[in-house]
């Protein structure tokens, strides 16, 4: 599916939603999805506002914050609480299901796609009896830049006190 194709059907579908609420319109709303459509990562609220303002959007905080929440809400956008971070957010419309690796140092968020995870979803749905919509996997360790910056500062220390 094309971005621009994909771009007017997730437009559509919130201005369905829009109305449906008996929301306003506004063009703030668009131009905040339009964003979030454009990115290809992991975002928090504070990220994209300032990325918005540098762009010369005219958008307050409050709004920025609101209309993620109409996104999350209508299923266009996909909020995650990763540990102890603040919340992000990713686009969802027609984007394949995936789970994450979250680095607990730095907060680093990868994407990673197993299809042994998804048989695993089906068999432990046919096993209980239960239909699964979605899944959520989260894995947290320390990422390889981590753990060479940390293994650097040990050699480091250890030099010192060698000396």
Same mark, same amino acid.
């Given at each position: 599916?094309?971005?621009?194709? $994909?771009?007017?059907?997730?437009? %559509? #579908? ?5 109305? $449906? ?69 990713? %686009? ?24 042994? #995870? ?19 996997? $989260? ?19 250890? #030099?010192?006190?060698?000396?």
């Amino acid at each position: 599916m094309s971005t621009n194709h $994909n771009s007017e059907l997730v437009r %559509k #579908i919130f201005e369905a939603y829009l109305e $449906n609420k008996s929301l306003r319109k506004t063009p703030e709303r668009f131009a905040i999805l339009e964003e979030i459509y454009s990115r290809d990562d992991h975002f928090d609220v504070e990220t994209l506002y300032i990325h918005m303002k540098n762009q010369k959007y005219r958008v307050s905080r409050a709004t920025v914050y609101n209309t993620l929440e109409l996104l999350v809400s209508c299923d266009l956008v996909t909020k995650h609480q990763f540990g102890k971070n603040m919340a992000q957010f990713e %686009k969802s419309y027609g984007y394949h299901q995936h789970d994450h690796t979250i680095c607990i140092d730095c907060g680093k968020v990868v994407e990673f796609c197993d299809p042994r #995870i998804q048989q695993i979803q089906s068999m432990v749905g046919e096993l209980l009896k239960f239909e699964i919509k979605h899944h959520s996997l $989260n894995l947290y360790g320390v990422c390889f830049d981590c753990s060479a910056k940390a293994a650097m500062n040990n050699q480091n220390n250890d #030099i010192k006190h060698a000396s």
